[in-house]
């Protein structure tokens, strides 16, 4: 071999083995992060994932938190569902950029309902925008308007009661929370004038949306057409609304209002697509969310008589103070109702699992010190259901215990700000959360000053076959006027 030769055998050797190196270390690396991916769950393949989930997906992370620890994979069908369980490990799920974590895809199948031009339906900066016209027309002074008028509808729903009676209180408070919606989101016209034919049309955009319409949602089917019917309805009422509005120059003090008012930064206003789209999210936002927590609200204070006690000596203190009156800052005051309702929503949150897709490779660390890399493409889920009942941070997680929020206590701060999730938090915490507890405080305030109750039928159950989780069947109570007399 000459001297040119041995040349081309040593790069040769040179290249060989940098590629051999490369490839161990890439090797090596690659065992590095696949040790380092959460544990999947352990079921058949293809399906089994799937049929694991079906099966009650809160069922399935009780078991798989008890053998895997906070962070763990199920394969559903094609996709990675990768769930974060408690506040130690779903910080960056709430706080993470949507670049890193997204809502659109996951929350996508909305979009026939809400309509096209808004919410998932738009990019992120466009949704920001119109969540801040939704930031608006929430604020304290507009929630003072509203509550004046959820004051009215409990007055004037309760007064159609009798002396006594028995009732369905599920079926009461859902009705009760569709008219005052109306009125507060949807305005004077539909409550007024409207208010059959739209809670029929709400009805059809509700039932157009099953756990089939999640994965299909355009899917043909009678109840997808119903909805888009309906959908279609809705948009020509509100254009006749808007318009009128805007033509005469009337205006009035409800969501619909603040919509029509709203400006994008670059100074557009909104189109009428636009504004009933907004209307219709706050109302599947708010409508059976607030209703559902009413109910478990009341069935939990009829069940332990020491905090329906505590409830109506707080109203009887108020009255002491107020006479009847009660407004924005007098439900304010009403602490202890708070932490009932509170309490209620920690054990039954109607949103049972939130979502993420995920667009970067992220680290996490549970609380004992493991971390896991989640690759990006992963869908990300945690489950406030379970979350909420976590035995580390609340203390009998099971049992009702308003008193656990008390000053001193505070069990809901006990690991940071996502200790408590039913309204979710962070980035996207829910921005309803104080017009629901005013409205659900409205009512429960006017029932335990005007009414005596019995809960007749057994403690009701979770139904964990609708989409939102609420209350299965009815939930008979007696009840009976009385004046609650402030001297007592
Ligand atoms: C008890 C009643 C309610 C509960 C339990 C509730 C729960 C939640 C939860 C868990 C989220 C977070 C979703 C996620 O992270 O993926 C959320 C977001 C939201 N909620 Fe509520 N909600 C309630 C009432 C309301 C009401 C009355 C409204 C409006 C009138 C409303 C408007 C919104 C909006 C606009 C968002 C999206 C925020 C964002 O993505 O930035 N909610 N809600």
Request: with cysteine.
């Amino acid at each position: 071999m000459d001297l040119k030769e041995n040349k081309f055998v040593a790069a040769g050797l040179l290249f060989a083995a940098t590629i051999v190196f490369v490839k161990l270390v890439s090797a090596l690396l690659s065992n590095r992060s696949n040790n380092r991916l959460p544990p999947t769950i352990k079921a058949l393949p293809v399906i089994g994932g799937l049929l694991r989930f079906m099966k009650g997906p809160i069922v399935m992370i009780r078991e798989e938190y008890k053998k895997l620890g906070s962070v763990f994979t199920v394969n559903v069908l094609n996709r990675r569902i990768t769930f974060f369980v408690g506040p130690e490990v779903s910080a960056h799920f709430f706080k993470a950029p949507e670049s890193d974590l997204s809502q659109q895809e996951v929350y996508q199948f909305n979009v026939p309902t809400f309509g096209p031009g808004v919410v998932f339906d738009v990019d992120y900066a466009v949704r920001q925008e119109q969540f801040r016209f939704f930031t608006e027309a929430l604020r304290v002074t507009k929630l003072k308007s509203y509550v004046d008028q959820m004051v009215v509808e409990a007055e004037d729903y309760f007064s159609k009661w009798g002396e006594s009676g028995t009732v369905d209180l599920k079926y009461e408070l859902e009705h009760l929370i569709i008219l005052t919606a109306s009125r507060c989101l949807l305005g004077r016209e539909v409550r007024d004038k409207l208010f059959d034919d739209v809670s029929a049309l709400f009805h059809d955009l509700d039932n157009g949306m099953r756990p089939i319409s999640v994965i299909f949602p355009y899917l043909p089917i009678p109840c997808h057409r119903r909805r888009d019917r309906a959908r279609a309805r809705i948009a020509e009422i509100f254009h006749t609304i808007i318009n009128s509005r805007k033509v005469s120059g009337r205006a009035e003090d409800d969501m619909l209002q603040c919509f029509i008012d709203s400006k994008y930064k670059n100074g557009r206003p909104t189109t009428e697509g636009e504004i009933t789209g907004l209307l219709i999210a706050a109302l599947f936002a708010g409508q059976h969310t607030s209703s559902i927590t009413s109910t478990w609200t009341g069935a939990y204070l009829l069940r332990y008589k020491q905090f329906l006690s505590d409830a109506v000596e707080e109203q009887k203190n108020l009255m002491r103070k107020h006479g009847d009156k009660v407004d924005h800052d007098i439900l304010s005051e009403m602490d202890v109702l708070f932490r009932c309702i509170k309490e209620a929503l920690r054990l039954h949150p109607p949103l049972i699992m939130l979502l993420r897709q995920s667009h970067s490779d992220f680290t996490v660390k549970t609380r004992e010190g493991i971390e896991y890399d989640i690759p990006k493409g992963h869908i990300v889920a945690t489950s406030p259901a379970f979350a909420n009942r976590l035995p580390h941070i609340f203390k009998d997680p099971d049992t009702y215990d308003p008193d656990r929020y008390a000053v001193g206590r505070e069990e809901d701060k006990a690991a940071g700000a996502f200790s408590y999730i039913s309204f979710g938090g962070g980035r996207h915490g829910c921005l309803g959360e104080p017009f629901a507890y005013l409205q659900i405080k409205a009512i429960w305030s006017h029932l335990l000053r005007n009414f005596e109750f019995e809960l007749v039928s057994p403690f009701p159950e979770n139904d964990w076959n609708a989409m939102v989780v609420g209350v299965k069947g009815e939930v008979m109570v007696k009840y009976k006027r009385r004046q609650l007399l402030v001297g007592e």
